[in-house]
C-alpha cells in the first residue's frame, strides 16, 4: 500500500521561505516520476516541481529560480523547498508519485498522469 504524507506547510510574508516534506512509503518502483502540485480556491491544479529517479527536475516558470524539489533517498522523503515566495504561491500542495517507464523520455506534468498522491498541506503567503 502507497501512502504519501506531506507536511511543512504554513503561513508566511511575502519573501519568506519554506520547505514542504512528503514521506512516502509503499512504493518499490526503481523508476520513477515524482512531483509537487498546487491548487488555489477556484482554480485548476497545476504541476509545481517534478523529479525523476535520475536526479532530472523540471519547473514551471512560475516558480523556476525560487523552488527547488529533492529527495533523500534513504529516508524516502520528497522535499520542496520554496524561497521568494509570493502572495500568488497560496496554495493547497500535494506530492504525487508514480512510475515512469523506460520509453518516456521525461516526467508527465499532468496530474491526471499520477496515480498516488498525498492529502496536501496548506501554504499562505501574505503581502
Known amino acids: 500500500q502507497v501512502e504519501l504524507v506531506e507536511s511543512g506547510g504554513g503561513s508566511v510574508q511575502a519573501g519568506g521561505s519554506l520547505r514542504l516534506s512528503c514521506t512516502v512509503s509503499?512504493?518499490?518502483?526503481?523508476?520513477?516520476?515524482m512531483g509537487w502540485f498546487r491548487q488555489a480556491p477556484g482554480k485548476e491544479p497545476e504541476g509545481a516541481a517534478f523529479?525523476?529517479?535520475?536526479?532530472?527536475?523540471s519547473y514551471p516558470a512560475s516558480v523556476k529560480g525560487r523552488f527547488t524539489i529533492s529527495r533523500d533517498n534513504v529516508k524516502n522523503i520528497l522535499y520542496l523547498q520554496m524561497n521568494s515566495l509570493k502572495p500568488e504561491d497560496t496554495a493547497m500542495y500535494h506530492c504525487?508519485?508514480?512510475?515512469?517507464?523506460?520509453?518516456?523520455?521525461?516526467?508527465?506534468?499532468?496530474?491526471?498522469?499520477?496515480?498516488?498522491w498525498g492529502q496536501g498541506t496548506q501554504v499562505t503567503v501574505s503581502s
Open positions: 504525487a508519485v508514480r512510475g515512469f517507464p523506460s520509453w518516456q523520455t521525461s516526467c508527465p506534468e499532468v496530474p491526471s498522469d499520477y496515480k498516488y
Open positions: 523529479l525523476d529517479n535520475g536526479g532530472i527536475t
Open positions: 509503499g512504493f518499490t518502483d526503481s523508476r520513477y516520476c
